[in-house]
């Protein structure tokens, strides 16, 4: 690729780049906004600190109270797309080692204490690196590709420097899996949720074969084709499977994960947006147990008030971010007052690929204040890619497939 070639750039997609950036300007304040380096691709909270995936190929951990980076990981050459934490023996609960995956097709596994490299896995995928999920009791990391392939990896050993065992594969895909979900239901079993970029959703019975290696033997159980097209996000919980999907729905399904008729016979009408919804938090499968639903769809973050599931009711609509929204988190976050006494409160967190990182109170988007002016000459905003001088003509052609309608 020769150098003009970063010339060649529409009139359309000059305006729209004018356009965020007087957006950025308009937003520069709004949602407490930490400026990243990189484009944030993937975000984990944990313990009061925001663990970033970010195209530059680095992992940052920022202190969500300071905004300070604390810490920066550097070892992946491509994006990084994946996180996970893991305890470093079992049953510990610290999650002292983190887990990454990347568009170079590796896994690694980093001490957050000495922020030293454990081990890496070349080569984990034939294609980027897309998905994590991990089962802590089970010892269990899936890991899901643009190579079609789901892999299971033996994480009872994480400290060791070689790297990870391959415990088995599902390869029914055929479309580039996206995400994953699932639980354990029992010390050698669990449920599993795959979603790939054709929009399909398939469902597995997992079970350990305990011969010498142990391997993961996964049996289809269903497979779910409620949505037309790509699968951004899955998450399962308290027997829901929530859905959000580039065809402009989330979507939720009763999904017990040891009932023989497990799916309800007539799930609720989808949530629709404009635009392609890339993230979901149903905060119902979190601590805070409360019926509510916050989505992102373009570069806005919508929150829904979903105790009746058949007549969702829109509680508020921000203009969040200058660029798409590419992930949502809970930050359950503790201040100690006067006296010693610890009070939670739980914030939203939010990543964009306009390089910042966003903090909201829920207080305010059950409630919103008014919305700033916007500009007038904003025009409508589509996903577009990276540029150039930040990911490779093959990168970028990957992350416009993922940000586009199909």
Known sequence: ????????????????????????????????PLELFGKALALEIKDGFAWIAENTSTIRKLDLESGKTLQIYKGHTGP????????????????ELLITGSWDKSIRVWDTVTKQQVSCTPDAHSDFVKTFHVFPSLRLLVSGSSDKIVRFWDISQPESPEPLKSLGSISSHTRPV?????AA???????????????????????????????WNATEKDAINHHRTRINELRYGNGQLWTASADETVRVLQYKANDTHNKSPTPPAPITHPVAVRAILPLSLSDLGESYLITAAGDVLRTYDVSEPDHPELLS?????????????????????????????????TTSLDKTIRRWKLTDLLKPPPPPPKSEAKPEAKPTALSQSELTEEEERELAELMEDD
């Open 1 to 32: 690729m020769s150098s003009t070639d970063n010339f060649l750039v529409s009139e359309a997609q000059l305006v729209l780049e004018q356009a965020r950036k007087e957006k950025a300007e308009t937003l520069k304040t709004l949602g407490e």
């Open 80 to 95: 990084v797309t994946s996180l996970a934490f893991c305890d470093r023996t079992p049953g510990s609960g610290d999650q």
């Open 178 to 182: 996206e995400c994953l979900d699932g």
């Open 185 to 215: 239901t029992s010390e050698t079993s669990a449920i599993l949720f795959t979603g790939d970029t054709m929009g399909v959703i398939k469902v597995w019975n997992l079970q350990k074969d305990t011969g010498t290696p142990p391997r």
């Open 317 to 349: 609509e921000i203009d969040a971010h200058a660029h798409d929204i590419t992930d949502i988190k809970l930050w359950v976050r503790k201040t100690t007052k006067e006296g010693g006494k610890t009070y939670t409160e739980p914030w939203i967190i």
